[in-house]
């Protein structure tokens, strides 16, 4: 036992560390921004639940992420969340050192177990160079999540990856068969595997055969559909902040091209796994990475997270294997409509007592309420719904009321994201008295949950090909919430019409034509969702029914993770340190 009463885990023998610039464990622990942090925090509650030995490997972000706080226009401030790291995570004895300039910087870590519904837990842990023994500006390297400029985001994942492997030998973990790279934030961890592998001798002996050796251990997860998403570093950043010998490493398995390190390069260069988060992404990574094999497994999400209680209920027990086995979900066909839709009413309850507490809204539950939430930036289009509000008008006339929620945070220096946020603000001005419009600020955790099972319909607008996945989706089908969504991401693999949704568009390989998808959009509002929501009510419930049995069974983090089991952690490779 450790002296907080917490048990030793298992130190040896890890099917896979599990390394994420964010990790997304609770709403109080404002560690994780959005999707990336949610779906490194869903990996591993289902290696949990799945009795896999793992371990996550995190920053700490004392500043966290941001609050966000909307005025009555729209417009976006932020500040600092409040939070205690010893509220929630056990300070761990270990410390270790990084070397960042011409400095040893330490690390200490804080651990978190991740406990399963089996009870197996998996512990992550967050760095953190808060130390006396650091300078103060050293003592911040770790405080914001995405925050600061080059140097400051180098620092961190110089971190992330060169504190994070020692760590784990100074915990115990001698035999890991994967490091697996959350996007390319931990890249440099393949560094601190290159220097275990050349131990004694230095960087400048590494041979083909050492590079080989890091590579059979390493795992790319690569989620950025785009070039320019992807970290670059100047190169003379990079060799003030890692040193000569380092970085002449780096130069020579060609991670420098035009003078930056780009650390999606490094990661691709040292995995023998490297995989896109759905069929399309593969696709388009493929494009940008011509000269590496890339494969393809699908997001999924915590199934057990993202069910809301009301649902979770039903299926113990018409279902009452789905919780350790997912797939099971697909008998959700057995299910009785009147059952789907009694637990499809408390959650659209919850939702509207949570928004009426914060923000004195009061929607009708009766009312046909569409959900889109996302992060806020140009690709995500988060207002196109409010493009033609004269056509939104004519079809509540016509057929029927319908209300909005919405959620989402732009990035302190997304101005024109924040834009965005305005538009919904001025659009639901121009709407009020027919259609009500609300924007929940702060979007987290814990409003998600409430959001993706209360709504009615989940709307997705990207611009194509720009969804590397998207995961909002999934967890609303989970509940039954069937999308209304552009063929883009999980939606193409998940998309059957009139079953689990809706298109917007006809198909997924065209180039993103906002004209024809507005029209998609409201023609798909107006002559099938509305009509069969108010006037074929038993069919609209069978369609939420075969959303969970299709949807909810497939795209969840236990498939997932058992793709990564069967592709990518057991195939090949190397458990030698």
């Not at 009463?5 to 959005?34: H, N």
């Not at 559909?225 to 990079?238: R, T």
């Not at 298109?503 to 993103?512: A, C, P, Q, V």
Request: aromatic fraction near 8%; charge should be neutral.
């Amino acid at each position: 036992m450790t002296t907080s009463g917490v048990p030793e885990l298992p130190a040896d023998g890890l099917t896979f560390a599990y390394f994420s610039m964010e990790i997304a464990i609770d709403s109080a622990v404002p560690t994780y921004s959005g999707g990336l942090g949610i779906l490194a925090g869903d990996t591993l509650r289902a290696a949990a639940d799945l009795n896999i030995p793992a371990v996550g490997i995190t920053l700490l972000h004392r500043k966290g992420y941001f609050r966000q706080h909307l005025d009555s226009t729209g417009h976006q401030s932020e500040s600092e969340p409040a939070w205690s790291p010893e509220r929630f995570l056990e300070l761990i004895p270990h410390r270790v050192l990084v070397s960042l300039v011409d400095r040893q910087v330490q690390v200490q870590a804080w651990r978190y177990l991740v406990r399963g519904e089996s009870g197996h837990s998996v512990p992550v842990y967050f760095l953190d160079t808060n130390l006396t023994e650091n300078s103060p500006a050293d003592r911040t390297i770790t405080d914001y999540l995405y925050g600061g400029d080059n140097r400051y985001r180098l620092f961190q994942e110089t971190v992330l990856g060169m504190a994070g492997v020692p760590l784990l030998r100074a915990l115990g973990y001698q035999r890991i068969r994967a490091f697996h790279m959350n996007e390319g934030h931990s890249a440099l961890l393949t560094l601190a595997l290159m220097e275990e592998q050349t131990w004694g001798r230095g960087l400048q002996t590494a041979t083909s055969a050492d590079e080989e050796g890091v590579r059979q251990r390493c795992v790319f997860t690569t989620h950025t559909p785009v070039a320019s998403g992807h970290d670059e570093f100047p190169l003379d950043l990079v060799r003030q902040t890692l040193g000569e010998e380092r970085t002449n490493l780096l130069i020579r398995n060609q991670c420098c091209e035009n003078g930056v390190l780009n650390m999606t390069t490094l990661a691709l260069k040292f995995s023998r796994y490297v995989n896109g988060v759905s069929m399309r992404h593969e696709e388009v990574s493929r494009r940008l990475f011509t000269n590496h094999s890339i494969d393809a497994i699908t997001n999924g999400v915590h199934a057990p997270t993202w069910t809301a209680p009301s649902f979770q209920r039903i299926y113990d027990r018409h279902i009452p294997e789905w919780r350790r086995d997912n797939l099971y979900l697909r008998y959700a066909v057995g299910i009785p409509l009147t059952d789907i839709w009694q637990a499809h009413k408390e959650a659209k309850q919850e939702l509207v007592t949570e928004i009426e507490r914060r923000t004195g809204i009061r929607l009708e539950p009766g009312v046909m309420t569409i959900g889109l939430a996302r992060r806020a930036t140009p690709y995500k289009r988060l207002d196109l719904l409010f493009y033609d509000l004269e056509r939104l008008r004519r079809i509540v006339r016509q057929v029927g009321p319908i209300q909005v929620v919405c959620a989402g945070k732009a990035h302190p220096r997304d101005e024109s994201g924040k834009v965005a946020i305005q538009r919904i603000f001025e659009a639901a001005a121009r709407l009020q008295g027919a259609i009500p419009v609300v924007y929940l600020e702060d979007y987290d955790i814990a409003v998600a949950q409430r959001l993706c099972s209360g709504v009615d319909i989940w709307l997705n607008t990207p611009q194509k090909p720009q969804e590397a996945s998207g995961t909002s989706g999934m967890k609303a089908a989970l509940n039954g919430v069937p999308s209304l969504s552009i063929l883009d991401g999980w939606w193409i693999e998940g998309h059957v019409e009139d079953v689990t949704g809706w298109s917007i568009g006809d198909g997924w390989r065209t180039e993103t034509d906002r004209q024809a998808e507005v029209e998609s959009m409201y023609d798909k509002l107006e002559f099938v969702i509305l009509p069969t929501f108010y006037q074929r009510h038993n069919a609209f419930v069978s369609i939420m029914r075969s959303t969970i049995a299709l949807n909810g069974s497939y795209f969840n983090a236990q498939r997932m993770l058992i793709q990564y089991l069967q592709n990518a952690y057991r195939r090949g490779g190397s458990i030698q340190p």
